[in-house]
């Protein structure tokens, strides 16, 4: 399950961020994304958040968002598969 | 392509001079193109364009006119109406004797009845909002601002709300908001075009292929 929330997460910020195929397989933990990469600005970042929702079929709330699992690439992840788990 | 002016009317009662991109040389299949919406709209443009650049080439004469409040309109969007947007697309259809209709994402919101349509990956008006207020609260967090979707959303509806700079009057909000594609129309998935939708990226792109698989599709679709 955790190696299919990977895939699925690279897969959605290669759609996003219109990256190559593969270029996603070189993010690890601590890639940096909201407040490194500056073409994920509030809208892009709304965007992607609204596909993870769409594609895990999970409902992110609002106060459940905040600026750690945001940050990096481990931390998106990391929220993602707890997700999953509660649902 | 050439650029040109269709006149629509508003609201008020008044008319507009309103933008419109066409491809027009008479053809018999005429095709009425309802861009994607606000944020949507700009990552679209591109591809839509390039879309229209292969119907030409199929044949097929292609119509994108700016719904006053968006694009390259003069009209404030915070005081446009969603029966005013359905009339002005009926209009733009009349006008350029259009034979069919395509929505593109929030465009099927708003293809004319009178008019077969084609529906590119439609979205509720909803899902839209969705994302869009979801920006808001993102944007306002990084300022130190707290906000959340259902204040928003309440604000939105009874005095009209800015989001991602759209202006969106209250009245326009409340009856945007319930929107959905008319089940209708014939139905063109993501899926079939290879590739992701260009909507979902963060900055404007374009895809050859798939603006010429799309393009076969829909030729097919309407000279069938």
Known sequence: ?87 | MTPTNWPCPLPDGGMSQEYALTFDRQRRHRLLILPALFDEGNRLRRFTVEVMRRLDAAGIDAFLPDLPGCNESLQPLGKQTIPGWLAATIEAGRHFSATHALGVRGGCLFTPVELPALHYVPVKAASILRQMLRARVLSSREAGREETRETLAEQARTSGINLAGYEFGADFYSHFEPLVPDSGATVIEQGKLGGSGLWLRAEPDEDATQSDTLAAILTAEITA
Do not use: W
């Open chain 1, 1 to 87: 399950m955790s190696n299919d929330t990977d895939q699925l997460l690279r897969r959605i910020l290669t759609d996003v961020l219109g990256l190559k195929p593969g270029q996603a397989d070189g993010f690890d933990a601590d890639t940096g994304l909201f407040g490194h990469l500056p073409e994920l600005d509030s809208m892009a970042v709304a965007g992607l958040l609204t596909e993870l929702e769409d594609r895990l079929d999970i409902v992110i709330e609002d106060d459940e968002i905040d600026g750690e699992m945001l940050e990096t690439y481990g931390g998106l992840l990391a929220f993602a598969e707890a997700k999953l788990a509660e649902a």
